[in-house]
């Protein structure tokens, strides 16, 4: 269990294991004047950290899955490295439990929660990770309701494993030409659709936009650095944000989203 908010008392706790465990971080769940607590040199190294792969639970049941897994890949398959595990200690979550398929899903990154309802006018893919994943789920509501929207749901627990599986599927493709092409995790989930992905984190957009490359749709990161006036991200502006990429991409007039900046009084944050 590991209590800090910079890479010193990290690597400390790294140093006492010799780079290989798991960790689980309670400093995010304090507050700070960083966005989850955390100095932005902290999630800029584990997502560059080759030896570690950070993870951002939205729920216990997540969290718990993702625990189990790295048990499996650390102690029983001898995988070298380390995981890294924010802890947020909300109790509010209401999450859906996951499948035994979701389990092995959530592990690999990320896996859908909700499916697009009905015959919608536009349809949009909204990914979050950890406490984030509230918010977008409460946008997809905004958008459902308010503006006759299609929304899928996806939790991603790890955009950085999201995107380094997708560079290696890429280089692997590259060198074996006449092999058969390997998917990615990431674009097996979404390449079914051609519908905009919005990628939503707690943590400043860096962290989400690491998947942008190879969403195969128009595409946008959103993070606590997304707005200058917002520390956190509201579901009201992921909506709005989620309305302007649709306008962007044709698939509903542009005007929408300057309703929607009217409606949800975003207007005055500019």
Known sequence: MAHSG???????????SKGHGIFCNHMEALRSRWPRGMHPSVPLWLSSDADGTPYDPASGAEALAIFRSAL???????????????????????????????????????????????????????LGAGNAL??????????????????????????????????????????HPLSKKRTSHLQSCLSSSRAPVVAVTGYARHVASQIGAMVPSAFTALGAD?????SQLSPQWIAAVALKLLGDAG???KRL??????????????
Not at 6 to 16: K, R
Not at 141 to 163: F, K, M
Not at 226 to 230: A, G, I, L, W
Request: net charge neutral.
């Open 134 to 175: 509230q918010h977008v789920r409460h946008a997809a509501a905004l958008l459902r309701n308010d503006w006759g929207i299609g929304c899928e749901v996806w939790s991603c627990p790890s955009y950085t494993r999201l995107a380094r599986d997708g560079r290696e599927a890429d280089r692997w493709n590259m060198l």
């Open 257 to 270: 989203a300057g309703e929607a900046l009217e409606r949800y009084a975003l207007t005055a944050l500019s």
């Open 6 to 16: 910079s890479l010193a008392g990290l690597h400390a706790a790294l140093s006492e």
């Open 251 to 253: 698939d509903i007039s």
């Open 72 to 126: 499996q890949a650390l102690y029983l398959d001898g995988r070298p490295g380390f995981f890294y595990l924010s802890a947020h200690g909300d109790d509010s979550d209401d999450t859906p439990a996951l499948t035994d398929s979701n389990v092995k899903s959530a592990f690999k990154g990320m896996y859908r929660i909700s499916r697009v309802r009905g015959v919608p006018a536009a349809s949009i893919r909204l």
């Open 226 to 230: 997304s707005h200058p006036q917002q």
